[in-house]
T-cell receptor
Framework: DSGVTQTPKHLITATGQRVTLRCSPRSGDLSVYWYQQSLDQGLQFLIQYYNGEERAKGNILERFSAQQFPDLHSELNLSSLELGDSALYFC????????????FGPGTRLLVL | AQKVTQAQTEISVVEKEDVTLDCVYETRDTTYYLFWYKQPPSGELVFLIRRNSFDEQNEISGRYSWNFQKSTSSFNFTITASQVVDSAVYFCALSDSPVNRDDKIIFGKGTRLHILP
């Protein structure tokens, strides 16, 4: 158990819908990262938050957004969902950033029908 | 540009054999970090090791060992006396200099390892 929690574990929804994925980092970790794992793209970095502020952006679509709250939990919002958004979404956390080990949550498996 | 290449897509070995998973990386930075993660069939990503670019000492942890060679930009992972529980997808990953203020990890495509009983 990495100490990072993600909810829900599984999510099935329809195209065009909007979903919110939630992540709670390990106690004491200030950085939260979101990654998407799909069969064709592999593991891709989406976005990083550090202590409530956006720190880095990767291959995140405009339909996707995230935020980190004062209690350091984070949410990833996915809207106008398409079939291709079906993937495993991971949250990871680290103490700060800069090359530190990122500990991953169990992931949320999203299926868009 | 950062890049991590795991040329072996899939490997199958018989239990108790040794197996080496290859990882080659590209980066322009002199300070960087390398990682290995394991993804068992259950799907979670399990951290195995982190190595910084200034520490070229090989590391051994039980049946696992890692060989870091800066000269060839490689960070290979060997499992000795493999067991069925080692069956998983293994990812090599790279994180660049903290100066970039970009702490993301770049992952390789992974090597799927099958340990046959």
């Amino acid at each position: 158990d990495s100490g990072v929690t993600q909810t829900p574990k599984h999510l099935i929804t329809a195209t065009g819908q909007r979903v919110t994925l939630r992540c709670s980092p390990r106690s004491g970790d200030l950085s939260v990262y979101w990654y998407q794992q799909s069969l064709d793209q592999g593991l891709q970095f989406l976005i990083q938050y550090y202590n409530g502020e956006e720190r880095a952006k990767g291959n995140i679509l405009e339909r996707f957004s995230a935020q980190q709250f004062p209690d350091l939990h984070s949410e990833l919002n996915l809207s106008s969902l398409e079939l291709g958004d079906s993937a495993l979404y991971f949250c990871a956390s680290s103490v700060a950033g800069a090359g530190e080990t990122q500990y991953f949550g169990p992931g949320t498996r999203l299926l868009v029908l | 540009a950062q890049k991590v290449t795991q040329a072996q897509t899939e490997i199958s070995v018989v239990e108790k054999e040794d197996v080496t998973l290859d990882c080659v990386y590209e980066t322009r930075d002199t300070t960087y970090y390398l990682f290995w993660y394991k993804q068992p069939p259950s799907g979670e990503l399990v951290f195995l090791i982190r190595r910084n670019s200034f520490d070229e000492q090989n590391e051994i942890s039980g049946r696992y060992s890692w060989n870091f060679q800066k000269s060839t930009s490689s960070f290979n992972f060997t499992i000795t006396a493999s067991q069925v529980v080692d069956s998983a997808v293994y990812f090599c990953a790279l994180s660049d200099s903290p100066v970039n203020r970009d702490d993301k990890i770049i992952f390789g495509k992974g090597t799927r390892l099958h340990i046959l009983p």
